[in-house]
């Protein structure tokens, strides 16, 4: 039996390695590094893509949720309501522009915030909604931009795992990207994104210009003229170099987005022909019907996870545990007061859940023996 990575990114290399070495070398002739026209090109390729007016590139995933946050103004004794369920940047954004997060618990189907459960955690201080567009399939932004509006609150989308999903309102009221439904959308270029770099990188993206020149001063330290400074901002630029490598990626984005949710359909039918599913060992991804689910995890519940993990990595396995403390039990966050118990569907969510390989270059094979084995285990 062959071991079976989470993730294979020399696979993926692999289909696109000249373009890609001509893309640096282009980069490494013009010796402009940071930001400049190779960034300005992807950055209107990314708006093209999503249909934004405007994507500002900057240095990760996390900067591009505080330097949102910060356009907004939101700092100190304001909030941000978000999920508890998701990665670590989602809540430390808030305190890293002085404010704070206020959890809401998630949809034990979707993993996403749930917007039934909203309004509740909407105080004074609530500054922004940020939901997370966790696992690569959209929250419910119609009611949560309901909720937003009724408040008056602007509405911060983590799409940092989902580039290339859209969500479709139920009644029919509208679709879009993922991080084009709210004022801000924050994507991530970690290289083990859909759309990943060689090394960090992120992006904002937004339809209002005051925003957006607000972005692109804030990552240049507060100034668009170089040494004049109407805010303190930070340095968080994308370099040249990332942008080259994801202009080259971003045509195929969607092709590798069907790839994966092809297998995860794949995983769906062996999970259910295997019996694991009926005799409960297993309770598969849900999908919410509202748009396109582009499974950057396929993430499922696992009775007994951690000896089925030990048994997988036994078997050489690949797979993860996204995530295994729910932020609101973080050490760094106990002063917000929350205990065991605050959120209960994301901690048995923390407690269930099991990421398994889903990277598009996967074959049939490779499934079918992933299912095998956790067979196996039960
Ligand atoms: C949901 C979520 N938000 C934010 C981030 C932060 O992105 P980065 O790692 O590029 O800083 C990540 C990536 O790990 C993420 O998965």
């Known amino acids: 039996m062959s071991q079976i990575p989470l993730l294979d990114l020399k696979a993926q290399f692999e289909t696109m390695r000249e373009e890609i070495y001509e893309a ?18 992807f950055e209107e390729s990314l708006e093209q ?35 508890p369920f998701s990665f670590f940047s989602t809540a430390s954004c808030a305190y890293k522009v002085g404010a704070r997060p206020r959890f809401v618990d998630i949809d034990p189907g979707s993993f996403n915030m749930d917007p039934e459960k909203l309004a509740e955690a909407i105080g004074p201080r609530t500054r922004a909604i ?49 991080g084009t439904l709210g004022r801000l959308g924050c994507y991530s ?15 904002v993206v937004t339809d209002d210009e005051q925003l ?14 170089m040494y004049h ?3 303190v901002g930070w340095n968080s630029r994308l370099d040249a170099l990332q942008a080259a490598v994801l202009a080259v990626k971003l045509p195929r984005l969607d092709l590798w987005g069907q790839g994966r ?8 039918a062996l999970f259910a022909e295997s019996g694991l599913v009926e005799a409960g060992a297993v309770r598969l991804p849900r999908r919410t019907g509202t748009g396109r689910h582009i499974f950057n995890q396929y993430t499922l519940r696992a009775k007994d996870r951690d000896r089925l993990r030990a048994h997988l990595n036994e078997a050489g396995v690949g797979h993860s545990v996204y995530y295994p403390v729910a932020l609101h039990q973080q050490e760094c ?26 990277y598009p270059e996967l074959t049939p094979a490779m499934l079918e023996q992933v299912v095998e084995t956790i067979g196996r285990f039960y």
């Open 130 to 178: 940020l939901p997370v567009h966790l696992f690569g399939q959209c929250a419910a932004m119609q009611p949560i931009l309901q909720t937003a509006a009724a408040h008056d609150i602007p509405v911060v989308e983590d799409a940092a795992q989902a580039l290339g999903s859209t969500y479709e309102a139920p009644d029919g009221g509208g679709s879009g990207h993922a």
């Open 261 to 268: 949710a092809e297998n995860a359909k794949r995983y769906d």
């Open 229 to 231: 400074h109407e805010d």
């Open 24 to 41: 640096i070398r282009q980069v490494v002739e013009s010796q402009y590094f940071v930001l400049g026209p190779v960034v300005r090109k």
């Open 333 to 358: 966050f106990q002063e917000l007061g929350y205990g065991e118990g605050s959120f209960p569907e994301a901690e048995r969510a923390c407690a269930e859940v099991l990421s398994l390989p889903v």
């Open 189 to 203: 270029f970690f290289p083990s994104k859909n759309l990943g770099g060689f090394g960090d990188g992120g992006a």
């Open 49 to 83: 893509y999503v249909g934004a007016s405007h994507a500002v590139g900057c240095a990760s995933g996390t900067d591009a949720l505080i330097l949102a946050l910060a356009a907004l103004d939101i700092g100190p004794g304001d909030e941000v309501v978000t999920t």
């Open 212 to 225: 957006a020149e607000r972005l692109r001063s804030l990552r240049v330290h507060g100034g668009v003229q």
